[in-house]
T-cell receptor, first 112, second 114 residues
Framework: SQKIEQNSEALNIQEGKTATLTCNYT??????LQWYRQDPGRGPVFLLL?????KEKRKERLKVTFDTTLKQSLFHITASQPADSATYLC???????????FGTGTKLQVIP | EAQVTQNPRYLITVTGKKLTVTCSQN?????MSWYRQDPGLGLRQIYY???????DKGDVPEGYKVSRKEKRNFPLILESPSPNQTSLYFC?????????????FGPGTRLLVL
């Protein structure tokens, strides 16, 4: 089966610093990876999608990279703010384009 | 407002008592899916549907049923709930496929089976 791992359960950083979250996958490289944000008690909210042939994608203070050699995606939040505190999930397609496998998430805490 | 709605939001039931969690989307999306979320296990896909009358199993379908009689609705049915189905459930929809487009998630249904 296609696995996806977010090794850090939690990450604490100081406000203003860059947060970097890691997502590793096994087996073949997926056609794309997705990143979601989830606040406590709420459904995930889509942030970014990066395709296999894209090395990097940016959206405002967010940046995602995709390294097929390392089988890894990095998610960066620059100039982090306390409002960025949440759990961040990565996801990949599995078994075609209809099934999706999510990582267990990394809980980010931005300390003022 | 474009949204995915789920009902009920909270449910406490007893083992063996059939229940249905409804899911509805107003975005005319073809794809809909159900997930459960458990601590340490993350989001796991239960069932998905590519269109009306087209459903298929996800990674953890045992103990669940779904139906897709209308494009906007995708109810999750637990015929005989058991305590190991206590979880947080999310419904999601997408314009087509789960992958190429973002999935829009509902607010979640917290289920406790006693």
């Amino acid at each position: 089966s296609q696995k996806i791992e977010q090794n850090s359960e939690a990450l604490n950083i100081q406000e203003g610093k860059t947060a970097t979250l890691t997502c590793n996958y096994t087996n073949y490289s997926p056609a794309y990876l997705q990143w979601y944000r989830q606040d406590p008690g709420r459904g995930p909210v889509f942030l970014l999608l990066i395709r296999e042939n894209e090395k990097e994608k940016r959206k405002e203070r967010l940046k995602v990279t995709f390294d097929t050699t390392l089988k890894q995606s990095l998610f960066h939040i620059t100039a982090s703010q306390p409002a960025d505190s949440a759990t961040y999930l990565c996801a990949r397609p599995s078994g075609g384009y209809q099934k999706v496998t999510f990582g267990t998430g990394t809980k980010l805490q931005v300390i003022p | 407002e474009a949204q995915v709605t789920q009902n009920p939001r909270y449910l406490i039931t007893v083992t063996g008592k059939k229940l249905t969690v409804t899911c509805s989307q107003n975005m005319n999306h073809e794809y809909m899916s159900w997930y459960r979320q458990d601590p340490g296990l993350g989001l796991r896909q239960i069932y998905y549907s590519m269109n009306v009358e087209v459903t298929d199993k996800g990674d953890v379908p045992e103990g669940y049923k779904v139906s897709r009689k209308e494009k906007r609705n995708f109810p999750l049915i637990l015929e005989s709930p058991s305590p190991n189905q206590t979880s947080l459930y999310f419904c999601a929809s997408s314009p087509w496929g789960a992958s190429q487009e973002t999935q829009y998630f509902g607010p979640g249904t917290r289920l406790l089976v006693l």
